[in-house]
């Protein structure tokens, strides 16, 4: 390699102890596959809890046998009873939102590709990396074990059960929600069922969670900072990087609060503190005397102070991966890079002001509900800047359709779809009569859940080459998107239409309420896209298996692209570039750059002029030098 493309460093050979090598991995590059595979995994239990969900929904008192068998308190008989369904509820969403949203995204892809990206060995602080992993795979094996706890009657009832809190057996965990409403998660079993031991185990999982993005966040921030090869200016960063970084921040400043808030939570719950807990709550015939002065009030401002970063943590990767993507395969400059990388800080920024419009059904004064209104809507000009900047990168482009493309493609779309009812949702007048309707899921599902979904299907495609030397099917690839594009809007747009005419969320049937009858055949319609389209997952699930093994072999550089981790072997070795760092001359997306050889030019390519030059730009500090 040439002295003037790359720079000589001492090389890291990779462990031979399979332990060190594949479980206690300090490689950066292991643990984004661990974090990848936790979140496959976590993905399953999850769909397969809405596709429950759904059946219950469009068949109520339909007998399940298996439900009966697994369940026989839950679901005596194989139907399901609505506590039952409320567990599913709370299960679902906090397993998606912290364990596949936040996760896979940051934890996954960007603990792989950020160091690679930005030319550096590894992380900065390797033994922090792993124990980040660890912490959250504890994490992941709390909330699993409220499954059993509350759904399984021998344990619930066992010494460990009522240690844990007391277990009903009738449920899958705590009834109140992901985001775990006080008073309800604050009385303890008195709640109702679930809300003993499976609401202790809930709170438990989701601080260790937090612990383990916390120990993340600092890593990626001092990796980003510190870190950077030779040249590697900030402005020369590719935007995933970008995305990466604001997202650490994001999580660094927001995960302390809900840390805090689960802490309190969880005295109010075993010790008698009224920190969430009013004084006169009545349930059945008994008044609760033990608590009083406490404000449910101030859990759902600590809550949605942290949940609101959260939809960004969860969508800004799938951002960085999209303009990366699409720059790529649309063989041109990302339009408008500085801006790209303003809007996202404004997006991140501007994303701890309006967690309050969570809140304008909870009497909040008018003069807030305003303040917060405007702010919300005010997110819709970075986030327009973006969407502007991505169709000029698409605009008079020569396309190549692979599937990462499609799926970058469709995160656009998507994007698009549920932000603007957003932003009716940021409006009080809207937001009041609609907020315990399915119009409020069938939003964030759309732009926080689906969105970033295919975001990560993108990067999955896109970056499978570089991690395995392979390349996914193609021909699967494109079944895989079609029919998921289409399917995810066959289940979210007619759900907008059941919140506009008043149908209520977290209602485990609807069978009470004669005005909705006409409506059920669209209820059934979109059970029936959920679960086709979680069938068509599982193509999604060979095409990746197979292909790690059996995959076409593909080269180093088999998309034509210009950053770093394109620069390296597939897969790459243990120090990312085999002791020979590579020194930046040039921005992250030089496509048809004129009289160039090719149609794309590579960040550690120098013009004629600049060879043999030690005049470029960068931090000029790379921590692991020797």
Known sequence: MSSETHEAVHRHEAPTSFIRKYIFSLDHKVIGIQYIILALTAVVVGVTMSVLMRLNLSWPGTSWSILGTLFPTGAPGGVMNPEFYLSLVTMHGTIMVFFVLTTAPQGGFGNYFL??????????????????????????????????????????????????????????????????????????????????????????????????SLLGALNFITTLLNMRT????????????????????????????????????????????????????????????????????????????????????????????????????????????????????????????????????????????????????????????????????????????TTPMLFAIGFVSLFVAGGITGLVLGQTSLDLPMHDTYFVPAHFHLVMGVASIFGMFAAIYFWFPKMFGRFMSERLGKFHFWLTFIGVYCIFVPMHTMGMVGMPRRYSQFTEYRFLDSIHPLVIFVSIAAIITALVQLVFYF?????????????????????????????????????MLPVVYRGPYEFAVPGAPNDYVMQNEPDASMAGSEGVGGNGHNGHKH
């Not at 912490?135 to 059993?148: C, D, H, K, N, P």
């Not at 998660?185 to 937090?210: E, H, K, R, T, Y």
């Not at 302390?256 to 709550?281: A, E, H, K, Q």
Request: with cysteine; net charge neutral.
């Open 543 to 579: 095409n990746l298996i197979w292909s790690i093994f059996k995959g076409k072999k593909a080269g180093d550089n088999p998309w034509e692209a210009t950053t770093l981790e394109w620069n390296t072997t597939s897969p790459p070795p243990h120090d990312n570039f085999a002791g």
């Open 230 to 401: 030779r040249g590697m200016t900030l402005m020369r960063m590719p935007l995933t990087c970008w995305a990466w970084f604001t997202t650490a921040v994001l999580a660094l400043l927001s995960f302390p609060v809900l840390l805090g808030g689960g802490i309190l939570l969880l005295l109010d719950r075993t010790v008698g503190t009224s920190f969430f807990v009013p004084g006169g709550l009545v349930f059945g015939s008994s008044v609760l005397n033990t608590h009083t002065g406490g404000s449910p009030i101030l859990w759902q401002h600590l809550f949605w102070f942290f949940g609101h970063p959260e939809v960004y943590i969860a969508i800004l990767p799938g951002m960085g991966a999209t303009s990366h993507i699409l720059s790529t395969f649309a063989r041109k400059p990302i339009f408008g890079y500085r801006a790209m990388v303003f809007a996202i800080f404004a997006i991140g920024l501007l994303g701890f002001f309006v967690w309050g419009h969570h809140m304008f059904i909870s009497g909040m004064s008018p003069y807030s509900a305003m303040t917060f209104s405007i702010l919300t809507l005010s997110i819709g000009v970075p986030s327009a800047v973006k969407t502007f900047n991505w169709l000029g990168t698409l605009w008079g482009a020569r396309i190549r359709f």
């Open 115 to 212: 160091p690679i990206q930005i030319g550096a060995e590894d992380m900065a602080f390797p033994f922090l990396n792993m124990m980040s992993f660890w912490v959250t795979f504890v994490g992941f094996i709390v909330i699993l074990a409220a499954i059993f706890v509350e759904g399984n009657t021998t344990i619930a009832t066992s010494a460990l059960g009522v240690w844990l809190g007391g277990g009903s057996g009738s449920t899958v965990g705590p009834i109140g929600g992901w985001t775990g409403y006080a008073p309800l998660s604050a009385v303890g079993v008195v709640g109702g069922p679930g809300q003993g031991a499976g609401m202790n185990l809930w709170i438990v999982s989701i601080a260790i969670f937090c612990i383990g």
